[in-house]
Each structure stands twice: as C-alpha cells, then as structure tokens.
C-alpha cells in the first residue's frame, strides 16, 4: 500500500500545484470543493466512510495509478528532450515550440486524470460528509 499511497500523494500534490498556478495570485481556486483521497481516508472514521464508499475510493485510486505513472514518465522524457533542444546552438524556435506543444498535451491529460478521480471520490461522498471534511480540513474538527 506504501507505492499506492506515495503515487497518490504525489498526483494530488501535481493536480493542486497545476491548479494553483492556472489561477490568479496562484491561489487554488477548487481545493475548497475537492476532496483528496488522503483526506478523506485520513477522517474515515469521523465522516462514517461505509466500507462500500472507501472501497469504491480504493477502486478510483487503482484504476487511475498506472495512468498517473505512465503519463509522468512520458513527461519525465518530454522533458528531457526539452533540453536536449534547448542546448543546440543555435536553437530551433520551431521545433521547441512543437515540443512545448507535446509537454502541454501531457500535463492537460495528467490534469484531466486528476481532476477527474476528485470528482469521482467526491461523487462518492454524501453531502454531510463533505460537509464534515469541509469542516475537518479547516481545523473545525479534531
């Protein structure tokens, strides 16, 4: 479980750093209406999660975590292609500008994953534990 944990922390931490820096002031505009699965299992019990939601949580969470590892280790080569571009003497515009093309499409799927998988856990919650996380996330609760 310590692999499916650290992806998963690591996807959250990408998906509100993504967010963060499309807002202005860099602020992240949904972290309020998200809820990341750390902390919701991290309050399971406070928010009475039944066995039926957390599994369907768990089942989210697997079914995105090759994506989310695929998609960085393409990013991961995009990028180091980048450089390789970038140290040419001289530079082709053109082509960098094709790469920054290639690098965006994986950053908007990885968000769109991201994203997606927060609407899908929210989905799987009821109103007033949402309500309650809400509460939890900002001190209110224990």
């Known amino acids: 479980m310590k692999p499916l944990a650290t992806i998963l922390i690591?996807?959250?931490s990408l998906c509100s750093a993504i967010?963060?820096?499309s807002s202005p002031g860099g602020e992240d505009p949904f972290a309020n209406l998200l809820f990341p699965p750390e902390l919701v299992m991290g309050h399971a019990q406070e928010i009475g999660l039944t066995d039926a939601q957390?599994?369907?949580i768990r089942n989210e969470v697997r079914r995105v975590q090759s994506k989310f590892?695929?998609?960085q280790f393409d990013l991961q080569g995009e990028?180091?292609?980048m450089g390789r571009l970038l140290q040419e003497k001289p530079v082709d515009e053109a082509k960098v500008l094709a790469?920054?093309?290639r690098i965006l499409a994986l950053e908007k799927e990885i968000k769109k994953a991201q994203v997606g998988l927060l609407v899908r856990i929210?989905?799987?919650?009821?109103?007033?534990q949402?309500?309650?996380l809400a509460e939890l996330r900002h001190g209110g609760g224990k």
């Open 122 to 128: 929210k989905n799987q919650l009821t109103a007033a």
């Open 19 to 21: 967010l963060a820096e």
């Open 10 to 12: 690591l996807a959250v």
């Open 54 to 56: 957390r599994d369907g």
């Open 130 to 132: 949402q309500a309650k």
């Open 79 to 81: 990028g180091e292609k």
């Open 69 to 71: 590892v695929d998609l």
């Open 99 to 101: 790469q920054v093309d």
